[in-house]
């Protein structure tokens, strides 16, 4: 409502223009701040393939669940280093990592035939096409 009044800025006071300097270097930074996994999907042949980055993580320790529409993977990785000095210091240095996404796919799959591979890092799901999706060819019987 400010904004609509004719020289409203001249009742602002020093402490409002802070903010909005603040505010605006907030937002430059939130997208460094937020822990989104790179994910790329693509349709190959007969095969819908959803690569995921996940540097770090034990494959052992990841969940991934197929259904027809959807992919759901879940990590939690934790790492614990500690090291004592003869003395008085002790020092412990917890780490965690999780990751928690679902995809959703372009297309139906059959979640039966999915296969997943980790190579340097990366989680690659393989799933086929529902054959419904696949369609079927028809001959033409002449008459």
Do not use: H
Not at 78 to 106: F, H, Q
Not at 123 to 138: C, D, F, N, R, Y
């Amino acid at each position: 409502m400010r904004n609509l009044v004719p020289f409203s800025n001249i009742s602002r006071s020093v402490f409002d223009d802070m903010d909005d300097i603040f505010r605006g270097f907030s937002n430059a930074i939130q997208p460094m701040t937020k822990k989104y996994v790179p994910v790329d999907m693509y349709e190959e042949n007969d095969e819908v393939v959803v690569s995921i980055d996940a540097p770090g993580v034990d494959p052992s320790k990841v969940e991934l669940k197929t259904f027809s529409d959807r992919i759901n993977i879940q990590s939690q990785a934790e790492e614990t280093e500690e090291s004592k000095d003869e003395g008085k210091t002790w020092y412990m240095r917890k780490s965690s990592r999780a990751i928690n996404v679902c995809v959703t796919l372009p297309t139906e799959v059959d979640p039966d035939g999915a296969r997943a591979t980790f190579k340097n890092g990366v989680i690659t799901v393989t799933m086929p096409k529902s054959k419904a999706v696949q369609g079927k060819v028809l001959q033409i019987e002449s008459e």
